[in-house]
């Protein structure tokens, strides 16, 4: 059982250029969120889904895009990579959210660098 | 007021002693909390969820919550120099289908 797998692990990315982090989950979780972390903080939002085919956006969307047309993906675009969007992201999964008994599984993370 | 807010830290415990990690939150919709571990360069960990009143208590971790007063909390006994790393609350509504993580609390065990 893998779980939540994010490739890659690490990026370096010119200013300008465009990326997709790739994640995974191979536990039939509805729902998929895409988080960064800056270092020394805590986790920022950026897009969550609650099932194929729907995603919203979190507290920090912009500059990013996401999709999710499997329940196992949940691709994460950077287009016009900025400096500001070098971070740690993380992608997590969950049965049911907030729900009684849920929880996140975490991916092990993409360390991007934007030069 | 943020949804999730917890003592800021960092907390410094000796090996042996009892650290207690605090996270209130401002929704009172809100049922369900955990808590995770993040060890330094690592991804956040699941330890423990609450969603009732009183203590929950894992090993040497218990967890409390009390609703009326919102407010969570994270006991860990007997801390061990192992038990060193970042602690994130967080919760939310039923329905919101996302958690809001507080920011976290850096907890040092020394041998």
């Known amino acids: 059982n893998a779980g939540v797998t994010q490739t890659p692990k690490f990026r370096i990315l010119k200013i300008g250029q465009s990326m997709t982090l790739q994640c995974t989950q191979d536990?039939?979780?509805?729902?998929m969120y895409w988080y960064r972390q800056d270092p020394g903080m805590g986790l920022k939002l950026i897009y969550y889904?609650?099932?194929?085919?729907?995603?919203d956006k979190g507290e920090v969307p912009n500059g990013y895009n996401v999709s999710r047309s499997t329940t196992e993906d949940f691709p994460l675009r950077l287009e016009l990579a900025a400096p500001s969007q070098t971070s740690v992201y993380f992608c997590?999964?969950?049965?049911?959210?907030?729900?009684?008994?849920?929880?996140?599984?975490f991916g092990s993370g993409t360390r991007l660098t934007v030069v | 007021q943020k949804e999730v807010e917890q003592n800021s830290g960092p907390l410094s415990v000796p090996e042996g002693a009892i650290a207690s990690l605090n996270c209130t939150y401002s929704?009172?919709?809100?049922?369900?909390f955990f808590w995770y571990r993040q060890y330094s360069g690592k991804s956040p960990e699941l330890i423990m969820f609450?969603?009732?009143?009183g203590d929950k208590e894992d090993g040497r971790f218990t967890a409390q919550l009390n609703k009326a007063s919102q407010y969570v909390s994270l006991l860990i006994r007997d801390s061990q120099p192992s038990d060193s790393a970042t602690y994130l609350c967080?919760?939310?509504?039923?329905?919101?289908?996302?958690?809001?993580f507080g920011d976290g609390t850096t907890l040092t065990v020394k041998p």
């Open positions: 997590a999964s969950s049965y049911s959210g907030n729900r009684v008994g849920s929880g996140y599984t």
């Open positions: 536990m039939n979780h509805n729902y």
């Open positions: 889904s609650v099932g194929a085919g729907i995603t």
């Open positions: 929704d009172r919709g809100s049922q369900s």
């Open positions: 609450i969603y009732s009143n």
């Open positions: 967080a919760g939310g509504l039923p329905n919101a289908g996302k958690s809001t």
